[in-house]
């Protein structure tokens, strides 16, 4: 698997779905995307890299994925495979808000 790294210029898509979830289910949700990814979603062509984030008070989970390009993410997610952890995910979550984004600006220190 790639590392992650966020650049202005790389070209890539991201996909970042916020999911809002009860705390008591956070951590599963976390070993759910993270199966999801290692089982599926790593060997998906177009795959770059994900990054699942817990939120510190246990209420939110985010899951950002980049990929080299839309049409990657769409097949993707009509792989009945991937549509079953979907499904896994979304059974634990309160909502989920997914979308494509692009880099407009990386700042550092």
């Given amino acids: 698997m790639s590392e992650t790294v966020i650049r202005a210029d790389d070209g890539l898509v991201t996909f970042i779905n916020v999911f809002e979830v009860?705390?008591?289910?956070?951590?599963?949700?976390?070993?759910?995307?993270n199966e999801?990814?290692?089982?599926?979603?790593?060997?998906?062509?177009?795959?770059?890299?994900?990054?699942?984030?817990?939120?510190?008070?246990?209420?939110?989970?985010?899951?950002?994925?980049?990929?080299?390009?839309?049409?990657?993410?769409?097949?993707?997610?009509?792989d009945p495979r991937a549509q079953g952890y979907a499904k896994k995910a979304g059974a634990?979550?309160?909502?989920?808000?997914?979308?494509l984004y692009g880099v407009a600006s990386v700042h550092r220190a």
């Fill in 92 to 99: 634990l979550a309160a909502s989920a808000a997914p979308g």
């Fill in 22 to 33: 009860d705390p008591s289910d956070q951590q599963a949700l976390v070993d759910i995307l």
């Fill in 36 to 78: 999801g990814i290692e089982e599926v979603m790593s060997a998906r062509p177009g795959f770059v890299s994900a990054t699942v984030l817990p939120s510190k008070d246990g209420n939110r989970v985010v899951n950002y994925a980049q990929w080299n390009s839309p049409e990657d993410v769409q097949a993707t997610m009509a």
